[in-house]
């Protein structure tokens, strides 16, 4: 079953000048059309302006497609009655972590998602619990979100999302304000959510080490969709990557420097450890 | 500099009043500051000053730290008690050059600043002792009862919490902003007030778009989390009232009788003479 389904969609937003008069149209998502499984671990790649962080606010009902339609669990987001529905059902991370925080005690923000659902108060307690534990960060439910680390404060907003019970979290960039350890940090807790708790995650990033263990790719470029597969897949087309102005994983690309050289390995190698076999094995 | 400002700033410490109903206090606070003003007489002060001591020692606040935070308002008291001294008018005490103190003077002095002291520790007693959080909740629900003419009591109540949650962040962001603008050439400390205030402007205006586009982030952040308004809404720290907030209620009110009893004693005496 599909948690996540797009046909044909199309966002046009209307550029203005100072004075209010039309400039002209610009298209951010143009006539995609993509199916996420329940379960599965989802990455959308692009460049800045590609559209993929207008697609993600299309999961959520946060915008509605001027032409095709989305489809979340079966419901129509653009269908009125369906809002909050879909908005429960798809959790949504964004980039800043300061800007999405609003309790000013970690438990309280966690809590907030729940609250607003109209959870009993028991139940609320339970899920903060639960969902603190989940993102490791029960031991600073007592802490103001001010004192902590930028990964933390994103884990934070992470069971936030988390005790909302959703099917599916859509994350907009959420690592990219982070440092390397605050990234690392992120996305453990996130394959943990995918792995352990079957939640369907949509990564949305710009860093290829996070997207190697998803489960399927998409790239957009101008607003398009123009490629789709498998890590291996779309990493092993490195030329057409470069085209789009996406780095590669830097073991993926010796590889394929390597390969362009002459040496029989595999294209779309994505870890050390296989680069290392491949080497291995060339005798 | 912003921070140095410690009155009315929760102390986190563990107490009968730190445990209270945020509502209960928000009531007491407000008698108490009305009461200051309904007596006269010593008697008067006498019980608003005991009352007073009291809640101190309840709320297991240090005084030192409340008379710190009291530093930031010397100056008002000092003007109040110096106008108070000087420009009543009544029998004269002292006099040389052009200053003259008459008795009323004095007395006005005097009572003025223990009335001003009073409120100002009143009224920080209560800050001190609640969480920004409790305070925004219990307005929340202790106003609940404008609703029936319409104020949009949750959203103030909500507006003020993220108010509070932003001033750290927006400190924060001031003095980075601060900084990159030094190291470009800025000069906020010298130059005279017109001078300084200009200066003010690079800072300002980079702090209001930032803080613009962060509400419009927060906006999308809570209703992406399902927020929509006080209605059918559920509480994670829901407000009940408990044993000791009955009891507060009843001190308060005995507080309430006493103090007017008093302060109407002279008063009343003096009705009694005269029949």
Known sequence: ?283 | MIRDITIGQYYQTDSVLHRLDPRVKLLGTLVYLVSLFCFHNPAGYAVALLFLILCIRLSHVPFGYMIKGMKSIMFILMITILFNLFLTSGTVLVSFWKITITVEGLKLAITMALRLCMLIIGASLMTLTTTPNHLTDGLEKGLRFLKVIKMPVHEIAMMMAIALRFIPILLEETDKIMKAQLARGADFESGGLVRRARAMVPLLVPLFVSAFRRANDLAMAMEARCYRGGDGRTKMKPLIYAGRDYAAYIILLAYLVISIFLGRWSVMTELLTSL
């Open chain 1, 1 to 283: 079953m599909d948690i996540v389904k797009a046909k044909d969609l199309v966002f046009e937003y209307i550029r203005r000048d100072e004075e209010g008069n039309v400039e002209g149209i610009s298209t951010a998502v143009d006539h995609v059309s993509l199916q996420v499984a329940q379960g599965d671990f989802v990455a959308i790649l692009g460049h800045n302006g590609s559209g993929k962080s207008t697609l993600a606010k299309h999961l959520n009902a946060i915008l509605y497609p001027t032409e095709g339609t989305v489809w979340v669990d079966g419901k129509d987001t653009s269908a009125e009655e369906n809002l909050w529905t879909v908005r429960q059902n798809v959790g949504m991370v964004f980039q800043n972590p300061d800007n999405q925080i609003i309790g000013q005690v970690v438990e309280e923000d966690v809590g907030f998602g729940p609250e607003n659902l109209g959870v009993p108060t028991k139940e609320i307690w339970e899920r903060v619990e639960e969902s603190l534990r989940a993102v490791g960060m029960y031991e600073h439910r007592k802490h103001s979100p001010n004192r902590l680390s930028g990964g933390q404060k994103q884990r934070v907003s992470i069971a936030g999302v988390l005790a909302m019970h959703p099917k599916c979290i859509v994350l907009d960039e959420p690592t990219a304000m982070l440092d390397p350890s605050g990234r690392r940090e992120v996305i453990r807790a996130v394959r943990g959510l995918n792995d352990v708790e079957g939640i369907t995650v949509i990564l949305i990033t710009h860093y290829m080490e996070e997207v190697i263990h998803a489960d399927k790719i998409f790239v957009m470029d101008k607003g398009q969709l123009v490629m789709e597969g498998t890590p291996k897949e779309i990493f092993s087309r490195v030329e057409r990557l470069k085209e789009l102005r996406l780095d590669v994983p830097q073991v993926t690309l010796l590889a394929h420097e390597l390969r362009k050289k002459g040496l029989p390995i595999p294209e779309g190698i994505l870890e050390r450890k296989e680069l290392v076999e491949a080497l291995r094995n060339l005798k």
